[in-house]
Nanobody, 119 residues
Framework: QVQLVESGGGLVQAGRSLRLSCAAS????????MGWFRQTPGKEREFVAS????????YYSDSVKGRFTISKDNAKRTVYLQMNSLKPEDTAVYYC????????????WGQGTQVTVSS
C-alpha cells in the first residue's frame, strides 16, 4: 500500500512562492501519474496539476497555468509543486494523490498541507 506525505505548506504574502513536496512510500509502488489537488472549506476538492510518472507529461488547471510547475524525482519517489506569484485565492489545503494505472481514479490521498496566502 502506498502512503503519501505532503510538506512545504505555510503562510506567505501574495506574490511570493512556495514549494510543496509529496513523498511516496510503501511497497509495491506503481504509479501511472501523480497529482496535486486543493480544497477550501465548503468546496469540493479541485484538480491543480498532474504529471505522468514515466513520460513526465504535465497537466494544469487554468487557474494555475503559468504560475505553478509540477515536477518529479523518480529516485526519491517525490513529486513537487512549485507555486509562484501566489494569490489569496490559492489559499487551501493541498493534497497529493496517485493514479496507480492509466484510466483509474486518483487515490491514496495524503493528509494535506495548508497553504495560506495573505493579501
Amino acid at each position: 500500500q502506498v502512503q503519501l506525505v505532503e510538506s512545504g505548506g505555510g503562510l506567505v504574502q501574495a506574490g511570493r512562492s512556495l514549494r510543496l513536496s509529496c513523498a511516496a512510500s510503501g511497497r509495491p509502488f506503481s504509479s501511472a501519474a501523480m497529482g496535486w489537488f486543493r480544497q477550501t472549506p465548503g468546496k469540493e476538492r479541485e484538480f491543480v496539476a498532474s504529471i505522468r510518472w514515466n513520460s513526465g507529461i504535465t497537466y494544469y488547471s487554468d487557474s494555475v497555468k503559468g504560475r505553478f510547475t509540477i515536477s518529479k524525482d523518480n529516485a526519491k519517489r517525490t513529486v513537487y509543486l512549485q507555486m509562484n506569484s501566489l494569490k489569496p485565492e490559492d489559499t487551501a489545503v493541498y493534497y497529493c494523490a496517485t493514479r496507480p494505472l492509466p484510466g483509474t481514479d486518483f487515490g491514496s490521498w495524503g493528509q494535506g498541507t495548508q497553504v495560506t496566502v495573505s493579501s
